[in-house]
């Protein structure tokens, strides 16, 4: 062989050894490899007999970077309907709260039984809701069905809101205070409009199961509504041992000791004489038999009539008015005269002692004025034959049956 033809074989050797290691080199790096079970065909390299070459790779290791997912949380236990107890401030209303909240003003109302119109007093606690809703109080005929239909919501409002405990339909007990998600009730609008101004006031609470709100300032007057112990009064003005107080839309007057309220404040409320008078309402003044009637009797004119009774049975005034005299009087013994609007005065005569009330004195209807007897003043024309009360009625100086105005 000439010496060319071994260079050039030479050449054709180390061009075939430098074309496997590209070959093995682009396998390693350009390739991916693909799992054990991958198959790729590659073209045989130039030169070569023309074919198809099967390759099987196993593929590199490599770090797996999951995208960025954000962390799982579990819902928080919801155990109670109200996030807070807040206590009413100076200037605040139930607006404000229902605003600075987020919840609805009839919300904050149901929640806390303000429905029935009471005053708010200075730090009073208020339960507020988690959401808009109702709170209410089972009774007896309630059932889930019927209570969700009501209040315009889902059964699975209540079933499913966590602070009611409610496993399912039939845990719904009598007496049991439940929270509707969403549920409404009919409420006065009137009522939902003051009530969204109101604030903290002077208050005085009552501490009776029953208390007369009146007309004005006295027995006498007539009777508007009760209220039961510890309804909220906003007290607005005093009168003697009477104040003015206002609930719920209705102002009337309500006896000072039937309140629980500090002398303190009491004293700071405007005194007022700004009431109509009393109406003319009567009463019996005394219990027993009517023994002498009004009008004609033993050639005379009996201008009243006579109850007897023991000695010392109460006699009381029969009408609100003014003492025009007290004590001993002409014809009558012991006695006592009372003047009334309308140019009307009441004559209780005979009493066994010196009357309890004074000339001057103001006394409501059905005040005690003294004990029954038979006292009279012979030299100014009286006579008794036993206990009893003489009651005479003069309208405007004229003597009228006491039966035409007695009860």
């Not at 003003?105 to 929640?111: D, H, P, R, T």
């Not at 059932?143 to 889902?154: G, N, P, Q, T």
Request: net charge negative; aromatic share 6%; glycine share 10%.
């Amino acid at each position: 062989m000439s010496p060319l033809r071994r260079h050039l074989g030479l050449i054709a050797l180390v061009l075939l050894v430098a074309l496997g290691e590209v070959q093995s080199h682009w396998s390693r790096w350009l390739l991916a490899p693909l799992h054990d079970s991958a198959v790729m065909l590659m073209p045989a390299p130039t030169g070569q007999v023309v074919g198809t070459t099967m390759l099987r790779y196993a593929a590199l290791p490599h770090e797996v970077i999951d995208p960025l997912v954000p962390a799982v949380s579990q819902p928080l236990a919801v155990t109670d309907a109200f996030r807070t107890l807040h206590l009413l401030a100076e200037a605040e209303t139930l607006g404000d709260l229902a605003e600075r909240y987020g919840v609805s003003l009839a919300s904050l109302i149901w929640a806390n039984g303000l429905d029935r119109g009471d005053a708010l007093m200075l730090g009073q606690p208020l339960r507020i809701p988690r959401v808009s809703g109702v709170v209410y109080v089972v009774r007896p005929g309630d059932d889930v069905a019927s209570l969700a239909a009501r209040m315009a919501v889902a059964p699975e409002a209540l079933l499913t809101f966590g602070p009611n405990r409610l496993a399912d339909a039939q845990d719904l007990a009598v007496g049991m205070e439940i929270f509707v998600p969403g549920g409404v009730l009919p409420l006065d609008e009137h009522l939902l409009t003051t009530l969204a101004q109101r604030g903290a006031e002077p208050v005085g609470v009552v501490q009776v199961d029953e208390a007369n709100l009146r007309q004005g300032p006295g027995t006498e007057y007539d009777r508007q509504i009760k209220l039961e112990r510890g309804r909220q009064v906003g007290l607005r003005a005093r009168h003697a041992d009477w104040l003015k107080v206002e609930i719920a839309g209705t102002t009337g007057w309500i006896r000072s000791d039937l309140l629980h309220v500090s002398p303190e404040l009491v004293e700071s409320l405007p005194e007022t004489n700004d009431f109509p008078p009393p109406p003319p309402r009567w009463v019996w003044p005394a219990r027993g038999t009517l023994t002498s009637p009004f009008g004609p009797r033993w050639g005379s004119f009996h201008n009243g009539i006579d109850i007897a009774n023991r000695a010392w049975t109460p006699i009381v005034a029969a009408r609100a008015g003014w003492v025009r005299e007290a004590g001993w009087c002409r014809g009558y013994g012991y006695c006592v005269k009372i003047r009334h609007s309308g140019g009307v005065e009441t004559i209780y005569g005979h009493l066994v002692a010196q009357p309890d009330v004074a000339a001057g004195d103001e006394v409501t209807v059905g005040q005690y004025l003294g004990g029954m007897g038979s006292t009279y003043d012979r030299a100014g024309g009286g006579y008794s034959t036993g206990v009893h009360l003489h009651f005479t009625v003069l309208v405007n100086g004229r003597a009228v049956n006491p039966l035409s105005v007695l009860p």
